[in-house]
């Protein structure tokens, strides 16, 4: 286990989630923007968002940030049911050590606590293949795949995979 602590994320962790997507970004990549693509007022909005509407959580070791998570509801009543536009980053120093999971299962608990929540949707590119695993071994399924929708700032083209979890 990693010896991280969970609590709720507020809009002053915005400069550390920001940070914490920077050194996701620069080591390994994974999340759709890339650091020249990053700044503080996206974060700021997405986490107003998810506090308003969905989940925000992070993980934190003496003091610095491990990991964080946030999910939110679209919009229209009638996808009331969903968590959707799901983040989740890990510090590329506390990955492999089950932080991710323990995000994944904290979002999970908080979201059965909110009215109609049944699922919980995410998207990921295919070759993201550590996390397509980790996301298949919590419970999502692949629904469907935009095909040839990712194009990596190698030229890699990939599919983008439709995932969601049934609560
Ligand atoms: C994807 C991501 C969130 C996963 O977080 P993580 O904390 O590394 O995930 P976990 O440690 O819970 O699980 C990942 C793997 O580590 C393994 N693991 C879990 N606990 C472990 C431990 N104590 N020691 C070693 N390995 C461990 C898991 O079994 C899992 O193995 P797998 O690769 O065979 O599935 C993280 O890698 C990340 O932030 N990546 C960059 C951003 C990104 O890709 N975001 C997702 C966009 S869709």
Same mark, same amino acid.
């Given at each position: 286990?990693?010896?991280?602590?969970?609590?709720? #994320?507020?809009? *002053?962790? =915005?400069?550390? &989630?920001? +940070?914490?997507? %920077?050194?996701?970004?620069?080591?390994?990549?994974? /999340?759709?923007?890339?650091?020249?693509?990053?700044?503080?007022?996206?974060?700021?909005?997405?986490?107003?968002?998810?506090?308003?509407?969905?989940?925000?959580?992070?993980?934190? #070791?003496?003091? *610095?940030? =491990?990991?964080? &998570?946030? +999910?939110?509801? %679209?919009?229209?009543?009638?996808?009331?049911?969903? /968590?959707?536009?799901?983040?989740?980053?890990?510090?590329?120093?506390?990955?492999?050590?089950?932080?991710?999971?323990?995000?994944?299962?904290?979002?999970?608990?908080?979201?059965?606590?909110?009215?109609?929540?049944?699922?919980?949707?995410?998207?990921?590119?295919?070759?993201?293949?550590?996390?397509?695993?980790?996301?298949?071994?919590?419970?999502?399924?692949?629904?469907?795949?935009?095909?040839?929708?990712?194009?990596?700032?190698?030229?890699?083209?990939?599919?983008?995979?439709?995932?969601?979890?049934?609560?």
């Amino acid at each position: 286990m990693s010896g991280v602590s969970i609590r709720p #994320s507020t809009l *002053a962790d =915005a400069p550390a &989630i920001l +940070a914490l997507h %920077l050194a996701a970004a620069s080591r390994g990549g994974g /999340l759709a923007r890339e650091p020249d693509e990053m700044s503080l007022e996206p974060i700021q909005a997405v986490l107003a968002k998810a506090l308003a509407s969905g989940v925000a959580l992070s993980a934190w #070791s003496d003091g *610095a940030i =491990a990991g964080e &998570i946030h +999910a939110s509801r %679209l919009g229209p009543r009638q996808f009331d049911n969903s /968590l959707t536009e799901l983040t989740v980053a890990v510090h590329p120093d506390f990955q492999g050590q089950g932080v991710g999971a323990q995000l994944f299962e904290a979002l999970f608990a908080k979201a059965r606590t909110l009215a109609g929540i049944t699922r919980v949707e995410l998207m990921c590119r295919e070759g993201n293949t550590r996390a397509v695993r980790l996301y298949q071994r919590l419970g999502f399924v692949i629904e469907g795949r935009f095909i040839r929708r990712v194009v990596l700032a190698n030229g890699t083209v990939e599919d983008d995979l439709a995932m969601a979890k049934f609560l």
